[in-house]
């Protein structure tokens, strides 16, 4: 049986929050922007961020952007000539006023692949007198850089938030999580995603209380059908249906954000095929979004967007992130209308009154 957590539970310790690289610099901004005094000594590793807390869990629940938590126990080369002796004792501080005295009973636990794993085992299991259930544990004992940490099953992403149905391409939740904060949804906005696919940004979109309508398109059926069942628990109004990116059925200057994963060429679509789609899909993108809006697209097709964005008039790229998931590095292109776009359209509108 897997422990639950109390959130509300006062913990301390030192924590180590797993991203992507690439999340990760959002991650450590967030971070940063809870501070002090639950935050302290806040750093950064490639794809990692740790820092010593002092607080409630549910403060650091809205840290979205990190797949999974852990407690530092040591830095690895140092536990291997002391036997493990500090780790242990990180173990037991953090059962006695930690993250781990936060679960809801004794966990059970593993050790990953570590050199001296086994005498870690006998350490554990003899000193804390916990289970070791390679199968079904609480605590994932590993390595991760030159740390040694204590992951809190938990607190992974997967149990975090609801399992959603997938298919393939499906954009990474954490990934997701990044596109979401880098298009700033407002309360009030229409958040418009036209490569739904599963529905993973509207979902993220609605999970972190933004978006006053939520809309997906999507040219598979399959699809849609998944992203409808991944969108039954979602509490802000939306809209799937099947269209084409490239053929919006949807007013001039109507969304607010466009958030979207675009296809690869890869596991979807071709190259061949963006060729044409891309410029044709940032034509109705620069047709729909509002003036003041922004649109935030995921691809690995990197020289075919670049070129259609130049190709397309009135839009622009105003930041680039690239971020490593699964074997890609796709990048993150944040896009809005170009200043002097900005301008006409306040001439016509003063034009028109």
């Known amino acids: 049986m897997l ?63 990190f797949s999974s938590l852990s407690v530092v126990l040591d830095e690895t080369e140092h536990a291997r000539v002391d036997g493990f002796a500090d780790a242990l004792a990180r173990l037991k501080e953090s059962t006695d006023d930690g993250v781990i005295g936060a679960l809801s009973g004794p966990p059970a636990y593993r050790v990953d692949r570590i050199e001296g794993r086994d005498a870690f085992i006998d ?45 393939p391409a499906s954009v990474n939740p954490v990934v997701a999580s990044l596109l979401v904060q880098l298009a700033k949804p407002e309360a009030d906005s229409t958040v418009y995603d036209p490569f739904c696919g599963s529905g993973t940004l509207l979902t993220e979109t609605d999970a972190v209380g933004k978006g006053g309508f939520l809309l997906g398109t999507d040219i598979s059926l399959k699809a849609l059908r998944v992203a409808r069942l991944n969108l039954e628990l979602v509490r802000t109004p939306h809209l799937l249906a099947e269209a ?38 940032l034509a109705e993108l620069a047709r729909v979004l509002h003036p003041k809006g922004r649109a935030v697209l995921l691809t690995e097709d990197k020289k075919r967007f670049q070129q259609a964005v130049q190709e397309t008039r009135r839009i622009h790229v105003i930041k680039e992130v690239q971020v490593t998931s699964g074997g890609l590095h796709p990048t993150a292109y944040v896009i809005e209308y170009t200043q002097k776009s900005r301008r006409m359209d306040r001439r016509r509108k003063r034009q028109g009154q």
């Not at 003899?126 to 809190?152: M, Q, S, Y």
């Not at 994963?261 to 789609?277: A, I």
């Open 3 to 65: 422990r639950e957590i109390d959130l509300a539970s006062p913990v301390r310790g030192h924590l180590h929050l797993e991203s992507l690289p690439g999340v990760v610099d959002r991650l450590l901004q967030h971070c940063h922007d809870i501070g002090a005094p639950a935050l302290a000594n806040i750093r950064r590793t490639s794809d990692s961020v740790h820092f010593d807390f002092d607080g409630s869990l549910q403060q650091l629940m809205p840290l979205r952007m």
């Open 244 to 281: 084409r990116a490239e053929l919006m059925p949807l007013p001039s200057q109507s969304v607010d954000r466009v958030v979207s994963n675009m296809p690869f060429g890869k596991r979807v679509g071709s190259h061949e095929v963006n060729s044409r789609l891309y410029p044709e899909f």
């Open 123 to 167: 350490g554990v299991s003899g000193t804390l007198g916990w289970k070791n259930d390679p199968r079904a544990w609480d605590i994932n004992i590993a390595e991760h850089g030159r740390f040694l940490v204590a992951e809190v099953g938990a607190l992974h992403r997967s149990r975090r938030y609801p399992k959603l149905h997938r298919i």
